[in-house]
């Protein structure tokens, strides 16, 4: 550390060359000092100008402090920028170097600022604490005063970004990170900026397994810790967390089913036995409790119950049998389940691009591109087939087609079924327009082999038209994520609360080139095209949802899918409760009224919902509809047994296979 500080500072100003004469305490009464020479009276009128201009240096020290607060920052930051900025060459190391921030920890830079500068810090920190903890414990402490109680045990599973990864390696080349996160902390932030090549190396699986690449072992981390905050000060989980305690539940009765996200389902419980856990915590809940259990889950943890709910019961996987649901699960409640996919996941994956990435500024962009390009994000996303769990569901019977999609607005002159809109259309890379099963079929075709193989290996993206096939894709693994294409468990007592947030916009389509800049197979999103009433931004067409997931996602199973006897023959109760969003603007995360989709964790109503639920008085909750899911919904084309004949049904079913086997036939060729 006095290394640092003789760079940063130069050698004179190290605490060890301090004169020391200026450490003698101050003069107290009754102490003689032997510079007392030193002291002498003065005249008032010179005295008086002294008290003058203590005042005025009084009136200047706050300004002071902040302009010694932003150097010090400023300093700091640009050694990062300049590190952002960084080419391969080895830049970035010889700048660390340079600085002396190869060891540089928070102790070590509080160590070196001013004590002025840390105050200022501190201080701004409590502001920020203060109008982000803007109800913490209160949605908990009105519910008690209410006589709501702790009941049924409660197990949360997280979504895609929420869950921290920590390595648990020790080769060489991973020591320096045993037990630290490399995602979800600060420790990701620093191993990113300083040891880029290292830390895709550990964050991405292995290309042929799915699993660990050789000599990496990175493990989602566990307990209320692993999804309470991402990084410390940004909360997912907390204020769900503060809630529940505040009504009776602890470690006891409560826990938080983590997962390593990034490895497809199957990879879940074949490498860390994931579903086998699961299982065993739900019936040890019911065992000690006597009462059946409430599962929260949020994103894309929605899709990872919904498999789990299958492959509990089925035979050779959980063994539970058919009853094993509804004698264990009292409620599922369904935080912004992206149950039929995340449109934007289909881009992150082709190109490495969503709406975050094109709608930055031109410096931020460029930033973004030096230090992480869009191939390199592409090639990361790939390597993590948990995320392309996520693609649409659904094709064209959901999303529409050329002409037409159920969420258009009337009157409308853009479709939203054109999915991919390429306006060049001059070889195959450029296509012309594409609907969301084309551009699945287009995104196998310009992609690696092995994540095609690992893709239709784990995942199916269509539609089961005719009970008969829901019935036949209960037996197939790959299936159970999909809930237009397999059914509910036969649980008639277990009830199912989706809870939603409407009315931010949200991606839907998108407009797409040839990628200059690398070879003619490249693509990326057209971020010249942008309409002046904002329906198209920077390339990317919005629609409606919760800025995450689109609408349909979040709300058709909840508002239709799920009322149809093919897709739930044993009459489960479910309820849907729609959120507006309706931020508050002085609030860094929206506020007790935001519908966002990851910051609606913290939102008043959804805590409210969740203990009454948990407490007991979920059957108060009803359905509360605000956006047109239900006028979407009806537009959707897939249709319940008793609205189409048998013959509709089979040759339906039977269009739809032959477009899977047109694209697995497709994607084997490429």
């Known amino acids: 550390m006095s290394e640092l500080r003789r760079r940063i500072f130069g050698r004179s100003a190290t605490p060890d060359s301090t004169p020391a004469s200026s450490r003698e305490s101050s003069p107290a009464p009754g102490q003689e000092r032997k510079d007392a020479a030193e002291y002498k009276v003065v005249p008032r009128r010179t005295l008086d100008r002294l008290k003058s201009d203590v005042k005025t240096l009084k009136g200047t020290g706050g300004k002071k402090r902040r302009n010694a607060w932003i150097f010090a920052l400023g300093g700091v930051f640009g050694i990062f920028v300049a590190g952002f900025f960084a080419t391969s060459s080895g830049g970035l190391d010889q700048l660390v170097h340079f600085a002396g921030m190869q060891d540089m920890t928070l102790d070590s830079i509080l160590d070196i600022l001013p004590t002025g500068v840390i105050k200022d810090v501190q201080e701004l920190q409590t502001h920020e604490k203060e109008a982000v903890n803007y109800d913490s414990f209160s949605i908990g402490l009105a519910a ?16 895609v970004i929420s869950t921290g990864l920590e390595s648990w390696g020790t080769e060489e080349h991973s020591r320096q990170y045993f037990r630290k996160r490399l995602w979800g902390s600060w420790s990701m932030m620093r191993a990113m900026v300083l040891d880029k090549a290292s830390w895709k190396r550990h964050i991405m699986l292995d290309k042929a397994t799915g699993l660990d690449p050789p000599g990496i072992k990175l493990r989602a981390a566990q307990g209320f810790d692993a999804a309470d905050f991402f990084i410390t000060g940004y ?37 860390d036995q994931y579903f086998t856990r699961l299982k065993n ?13 409430v599962l929260l889950s949020h994103s894309m943890g929605s899709q990872v119950l919904y498999y789990f709910l299958h492959w509990v019961e089925a035979k050779g996987h959980g063994n539970g049998g058919p009853t094993w649901v509804n004698d264990h699960i009292e409620s599922w409640i369904n935080i912004s389940g992206c ?15 969503m709406r975050d990435t094109v709608q930055l500024n031109a410096f931020a962009v460029y930033g973004l591109e030096k230090f992480l390009s869009r191939q390199e994000r592409a090639e990361i996303f790939r390597a993590m087939p ?29 479709t939203y079924g054109n999915f991919l809109n390429f306006r060049e259309t001059n070889s195959s890379i450029s296509p012309g327009n594409l609907t969301v099963g084309e551009s699945l079929l287009y995104l196998y075709n310009h992609t690696e082999q092995w994540y095609v193989n690992e893709i239709l290996r784990s995942y199916s993206h269509g539609v089961a038209h005719s009970k008969k096939q829901v019935e036949e894709n209960q037996l197939v693994p790959q299936k159970w994520m999909n809930p237009l294409e397999t059914r509910l468990p ?11 947030g409407v009315g931010k916009p949200t991606e839907r389509a998108y407009f797409y080139r040839e990628d200059e800049t690398m070879n003619r197979t490249a693509v990326m999103i ?3 095209v942008t309409t002046p009433d904002g329906h198209v931004d920077h390339g990317v067409v919005m629609g409606e949802g919760d800025g995450t997931v689109n609408l349909l996602s979040s709300g058709y199973m909840c508002s239709r899918g799920w009322k149809m006897k093919r897709y739930n023959p044993a009459g489960v109760q479910v309820v849907a409760y729609e959120m507006p969003h309706e931020p508050d603007r002085f609030s860094p995360r929206g506020g007790p009224n935001t519908g966002d989709h990851v910051d609606i964790l913290g939102r008043s109503s959804l805590n409210d919902l969740i203990l009454r639920v948990a407490g007991g008085k979920g059957h108060t909750i009803t359905d509360t509809i605000y956006s047109d899911i239900l006028s ?17 049904q089979e040759a339906e079913a039977n269009s739809q296979a032959e477009a899977e086997a047109e694209v697995g036939a497709a994607a084997q060729e490429a």
């Not at 036969?490 to 939603?500: H, Q, R, S, T, V």
Request: proline letters at 6%; charged letters at 25%.
């Open 144 to 159: 008690r005063s209410e006589g709501i109680s702790a009941k049924f045990p409660v197990i949360m599973i997280p979504g």
């Open 235 to 271: 909360w997912i989980w907390n204020k769900i967390l503060e809630n529940l305690a505040t009504i009776g539940y602890d470690p006891t009765n409560a826990f938080t089913a983590a997962y390593d996200w990034r490895m497809s389902y199957q990879n879940y419980e074949i490498r």
């Open 281 to 293: 915590h739900i019936e040890l809940g019911k065992s000690i409790s006597g009462l059946k259990v």
């Open 339 to 353: 149950m039929l996919g995340a449109l934007k996941d289909l881009p992150a994956v082709l190109s490495g691009e």
């Open 386 to 414: 948990g995320i392309s769990s996520m693609l649409p569901i659904g094709g064209e019977a959901v999303w529409g087609n050329h002409t037409w999609a159920p969420d258009d607005k009337p009157g409308a002159s853009f």
């Open 490 to 500: 036969l649980a008639p007592d277990m009830k199912i609360f989706c809870f939603y």
């Open 526 to 528: 057209d971020s010249t």
């Open 632 to 648: 979407y919904a009806a537009k959707v084309k897939i249709y319940d047994d008793d609205e189409e004949g048998e013959d509709q």
